[in-house]
């Protein structure tokens, strides 16, 4: 099954206004970045569209940080996670995951029944690549096709809900300050590193 879903998309003369702002562009002008920022603005280099390459990367991640906001404001940051792949790609312009039960406090559900902007952070440490991306959000619980779509195979969590993700934008962050960590797994993989030669004495 394949959901299409029309959305309302505001009026940005570049996709990266979602985040730089008035208020933000102006903060570079005074700071010296705005010029840098300015070319980057014209010449696209942020995506709107799930490309090959992030639909790749997406496939290898079994974590990823969700952000969302309350009604009055409040910011809120939950890491999600389950096998990797767990998040999908519906098609060129939506992600979507099955909502596991975890501890019930359903802060992130309760913010996004207020407001369903999200903003996704997910990330490579081995490879020290981060991918930030912000959307829009909605929450089914009664589509009982859709959550089976979402749902993974041999994983034993509860799904309560699929989540929706229009993509709005997305950009590739630089590796500054990423410092390299490993999954037990693939320590264990770079251990037996296939192809080696043993050390000699």
Sequence with gaps: MTTSLIWRRDMREYVSDIAFTDKVKEIQKQKGS???????EQRGSWDDTVTD????????????????????GQPYIQHRGGPKGFIKVIDKHTLGFADFRGNRQYISYGNLEEN???CLFFMDYPNRTRIKLWGTSVVNETDEAL??????????????????????VWDRNCPQHINPRYTKQEISD???????????D
Excluded: W
């Design 147 to 168: 959550i089976e779509q979402l749902s993974v195979s041999d994983y034993k969590g509860e799904v309560e809900r699929a989540i929706l993700i229009h993509v709005e």
């Design 34 to 40: 705005r010029d840098i920022y300015a070319n980057m």
């Design 190 to 200: 770079l251990d037996m590193c296939p192809g080696c030669e043993p050390e000699k």
């Design 116 to 118: 369903n902007k999200v």
């Design 53 to 72: 390459y992030l639909a790749g990367f997406i496939a290898e991640r079994d974590s990823f940080y969700m952000a969302t906001v309350s009604s009055e």
